[in-house]
């Protein structure tokens, strides 16, 4: 069982949010949209952000896959400052954006016909994680014949298959219904036990947050900034049992208190 992701001790953050700022539009109509957030996270660490609508969980996403700029501060992965897109950060967003006119397998190939790996590895990677993902059986249907939970499996297995080392998914789970979407939680616990990354997940859902991080990062609006940090305490791997025990109710209580009564104690 594992407890607790490791980390070598002498190694620094795998991510690094630095004084991060961003503002949106100029003068007096100009909104400040992130405040100073300061939050680093761990290699191999999965942490969740919960926090109300307008928070800045969305543009502290994007400014940490280099698809928004800072007005302040800034991002560092692996130590060296973010200033675009790179390979070690997949991004998976709740639209999963595949190509429809490609096969699960062929979109799943995408990112390492980009990379121009030969033909047989590519494919070799693929359908390594078209199985890891459970859709081996459709590995040669279009999206179009998918459901959404099988789409969103096969944008997930799309973005580990160019091996991020960091993965960055904003509300992924966010239009599927309750049962798949449980069933999905499972199935990206189990493939981060087994492959592990560094996972930061944008949720509104306060179960779904507690059941797969190991610290749920709560922001606060208006501006929008980090309000708490709360750790999770229970081993991995989560199981059903472990979602109805009494200490996943105690600290989905504290992630839900400090979420919608952030103007009163927390603690
Ligand atoms: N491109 C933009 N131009 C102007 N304002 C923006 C832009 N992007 C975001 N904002 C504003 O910045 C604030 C933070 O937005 P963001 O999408 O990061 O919040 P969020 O916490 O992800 O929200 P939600 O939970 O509703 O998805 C919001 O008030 C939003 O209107």
Same mark, same amino acid.
């Given at each position: 069982?594992?407890?607790?992701?490791?980390?070598?001790?002498?190694?620094?953050?795998?991510?690094?949010?630095?004084?991060?700022?961003?503002?949106?539009?100029?003068?007096?109509?100009?909104?400040?949209?992130?405040?100073?957030?300061?939050?680093?996270?761990?290699?191999?660490?999965?942490?969740?952000?919960?926090?109300?609508?307008?928070?800045?969980?969305?543009?502290?996403?994007?400014?940490?896959?280099?698809?928004?700029?800072?007005?302040?501060?800034?991002?560092?992965?692996?130590?060296?400052?973010?200033?675009?897109?790179?390979?070690?950060?997949?991004?998976?967003?709740?639209?999963?954006?595949?190509?429809?006119?490609?096969?699960?397998?062929?979109?799943?190939?995408?990112?390492?016909?980009?990379?121009?790996?030969?033909?047989?590895?590519?494919?070799?990677?693929?359908? /390594?994680?078209?199985?890891?993902?459970?859709?081996?059986?459709?590995?040669?249907?279009?999206?179009?014949?998918?459901?959404?939970?099988?789409?969103?499996?096969?944008?997930?297995?799309?973005?580990?298959?160019?091996?991020?080392?960091?993965?960055?998914?904003?509300?992924?789970?966010?239009?599927?219904?309750?049962?798949?979407?449980?069933?999905?939680?499972?199935?990206?616990?189990?493939?981060?036990?087994?492959?592990?990354?560094?996972?930061?997940?944008?949720? /509104?859902?306060?179960?779904?947050?507690?059941?797969?991080?190991?610290?749920?990062?709560?922001?606060?609006?208006?501006?929008?900034?980090?309000?708490?940090?709360?750790?999770?305490?229970?081993?991995?791997?989560?199981?059903?049992?472990?979602?109805?025990?009494?200490?996943?109710?105690?600290?989905?209580?504290?992630?839900? /208190?400090?979420?919608? /009564?952030?103007?009163?104690?927390?603690?």
């Amino acid at each position: 069982m594992i407890e607790k992701p490791v980390q070598d001790a002498d190694s620094g953050p795998k991510i690094s949010f630095q004084n991060v700022t961003r503002r949106f539009g100029e003068g007096e109509a100009s909104f400040l949209a992130l405040d100073r957030l300061n939050l680093d996270v761990g290699d191999g660490e999965f942490v969740t952000v919960v926090g109300p609508s307008g928070c800045g969980k969305s543009t502290a996403m994007n400014i940490a896959a280099g698809l928004t700029d800072v007005s302040d501060g800034r991002v560092l992965v692996d130590g060296k400052p973010v200033d675009g897109p790179g390979p070690e950060r997949g991004v998976i967003f709740q639209q999963y954006a595949l190509f429809p006119w490609l096969t699960v397998r062929q979109n799943v190939e995408f990112g390492l016909r980009i990379k121009r790996m030969p033909a047989a590895e590519r494919r070799r990677i693929a359908d /390594h994680f078209i199985s890891l993902v459970g859709l081996k059986d459709f590995a040669d249907a279009l999206p179009k014949t998918l459901s959404g939970g099988m789409k969103q499996r096969c944008a997930i297995a799309r973005a580990y298959a160019v091996n991020p080392t960091i993965l960055l998914m904003d509300e992924p789970f966010g239009a599927l219904d309750a049962l798949t979407r449980v069933n999905m939680q499972d199935q990206l616990l189990d493939t981060w036990n087994r492959e592990r990354r560094t996972v930061i997940f944008i949720t /509104h859902d306060v179960d779904e947050a507690v059941y797969l991080a190991n610290r749920v990062i709560v922001m606060a609006a208006r501006p929008g900034r980090l309000h708490k940090i709360i750790p999770v305490n229970l081993p991995y791997p989560r199981t059903e049992e472990m979602r109805l025990s009494p200490e996943f109710a105690e600290i989905r209580n504290q992630v839900w /208190h400090a979420v919608y /009564h952030q103007n009163t104690r927390t603690n």
